[in-house]
């Protein structure tokens, strides 16, 4: 089964300063697809950021960019830059290739709550 | 819409009641998921409607958990004869197509069993 994990429970960063949240997961896939959430205390997950196993090149949006490692089944989100708004939930999450695409039938982590000090 | 709408916000029901949750997708949203996320989890899939039909409710928890999607758009979350594990904030997310497009979600309804 997949599974996705992230060991950090909580952080905490200056704004100004970058962060990194861990994220690894568990697959037997080989096509699948891995992203990055947000979710505000308005609780709407928000994506910040995709990635499709299939491409070497990591990707980045902006002041968000990701640290893919297939081999290791890794994919840290790192946030440049930090600003109060992006205090909040992360959560990672999975979708294995369907319909020649990634589907939305996603498995989540437990998520980060990152916290941006003034 | 211009996002996903659900309704209520927030409910209180009391153990053994039967509860209802909406979802309003966007329009034009062919998919519609409903995910369950518990305090301290991430969400996790129950549903997954393409078009009227549910397409994967291999998610859902048990018998007492049922949604529909009469027409194609709004869907309906119920379930019957709660249970304080029940209590969860209930999201709903729709997306254009089944694969190759981006999710939006809604910003769920908090059940609490009392």
């Known amino acids: 089964a997949q599974t996705v994990t992230q060991s950090q429970p909580e952080m905490s960063v200056q704004e100004a300063e970058t962060v990194t949240l861990s994220c690894t997961y568990d697959t037997s896939e080989s096509d699948y697809y891995l992203f990055w959430y947000k979710q505000p205390p308005s609780r709407q997950m928000i994506l910040v950021i995709r990635q499709e196993a299939y491409k070497q090149q990591n990707a980045t949006e902006n002041r968000f960019s990701v640290n893919f490692q297939k081999a290791a089944k890794s994919f840290s989100l790192k946030i440049s830059d930090s600003q109060l708004g992006d205090a909040a939930m992360y959560f990672c999450?999975?979708?294995?290739?369907?319909?020649?695409?990634?589907?939305?039938?996603?498995?989540f982590g437990t998520g980060t709550l990152l916290a941006v000090q003034p | 819409g211009a996002g996903v709408s659900q309704t209520p916000s927030n409910k209180v029901t009391e153990k053994g009641k039967y509860v209802e949750l909406r979802c309003d997708p966007i329009?034009?949203?062919?998919?519609l998921y409903w995910y369950r996320q518990s305090l301290g989890q991430g969400p996790e899939f129950l549903i997954y409607f393409q078009g009227t039909g549910a397409a994967d409710d291999s998610g859902l928890p048990n018998d007492r958990f049922f949604a529909v999607r009469p027409e194609g758009s709004v869907s309906t979350l119920k379930i019957q004869r709660t249970e304080r594990g029940d209590s969860a904030v209930y999201l709903c997310a729709s997306s254009l197509t089944p694969a190759r497009s981006q999710a939006f979600f809604g910003q769920g309804t908090r059940l609490t069993v009392v």
């Open positions: 999450a999975y979708t294995p290739e369907d319909y020649g695409g990634a589907t939305n039938k996603l498995i």
């Open positions: 329009s034009g949203h062919t998919a």
